[in-house]
């Protein structure tokens, strides 16, 4: 099967993701591709293909899902795939089924993200002839670092931090973000619909969305987004720094590392274990920066490209 599937096919989906998280601790598929794969433009920008029991794509709908690969075009990235295969029907084809279908689909500049990058990834993309182009680390902030070298939060002079207010603060944010990531390919092109999406979620609390303002009129400097991931399968729960923009006019006055410790002091009060961040591996001074913190690098995501000699299906 293959296109956009119908509602229940993609309640499966989220299902199929949330089992292979739980087995190999990494979610198969990014959020914003779970956020496009609801939203109403879906129809235009994603394919989706799916593996029944069988193993091979296209088999009766009544069959298990055993696997599904998702390409998201339009992008900057241009068409960027994620797959995912059951934990209980891997070794058996299936992943080799799903590229073999996307790859006949003849999408142009197709890249591929293998989040944990896994083993079973890393082969499965030199067969097809895919070879790494990005990296983006996850790091780790425990408890016990926190409380054992915790830096001052210190705020640039004439600014303060406020929670995030739903129904007031939406276009502010939306300008704020993309002045601040005007040059990075999926954050800077954060939508109103991607927002609200987000906000609708579970885990979504304005407490823990901080926002730093001008004291004298309240403009919108900068902003720390943070996330409670909910434990699951024994795991603890985890905390996120999810997102942290600062403005053009406030940059280099040290407000995106005043942000950050604000944040990190919100989920410590939570009282969380440990707090993760994602970080592109080539982003040094972000990287720097957080280590200075106490973060460590922990996993890691691999973006593959096709090569000039990968095989035509």
């Known amino acids: 099967m293959a296109g956009v599937p119908p509602a229940p096919v993609l309640a499966e989906v989220r299902d199929l993701a949330d089992v292979s998280a739980e087995a190999d601790g990494n979610p198969p598929l990014a959020e914003q591709t779970l956020v496009t794969l609801r939203s109403e433009d879906a129809r235009g920008v994603v394919t989706v293909f799916t593996a ?174 943070t996330k409670i991931h909910p434990g699951a399968g024994g795991h603890a729960p985890m905390g996120e720094v999810y997102v942290v923009g600062v403005t053009p006019e406030a940059q280099g006055t040290g407000l995106g590392r005043a942000l950050t410790v604000a944040g990190i002091d919100h989920l410590h009060a939570q009282g969380l274990q440990a707090v993760m961040l994602y970080v592109d591996a080539d982003n040094t001074a972000a990287v720097a920066l957080y280590r200075k913190l106490g973060f460590t690098r922990w996993d890691v995501d691999v973006m593959y490209a096709e090569s000039p000699s990968t095989p035509t299906v």
Request: proline share 5%.
């Open 52 to 225: 029944r029991s069988a193993g091979a794509a296209g088999t009766a709908q009544d069959a298990e899902l055993a696997g599904v690969a998702v390409v998201v075009r339009g992008a900057e990235d241009g068409a960027v795939l994620e797959l995912v295969v059951a934990p209980d029907t891997r070794a058996e084809g299936v992943g080799t089924a799903l590229v073999e279908a996307v790859l006949a689909a003849g999408f142009d500049g197709l890249k591929g993200w293998s989040h944990g990058n896994h083993a079973a990834a890393v082969d499965l993309a030199a067969r097809f002839g895919f070879e790494p182009v990005r990296e983006l680390w996850r790091m780790r902030l425990t408890r016990a670092a926190v409380e054992e070298s915790a830096p001052p939060l210190v705020l640039p002079a004439g600014v303060r931090i406020r929670p995030f207010v739903r129904g007031q603060d939406e276009e502010a944010w939306l300008a704020a973000n993309a002045a601040a990531f005007v040059h990075h390919p999926e954050q800077g092109a954060t939508t109103r619909a991607d927002l609200e999406a987000r906000m609708d979620e579970a885990w979504f609390d304005p407490e823990g969305f901080l926002l730093a303002v001008r004291e004298d009129d309240d403009a919108l400097l900068g902003f720390h987004w």
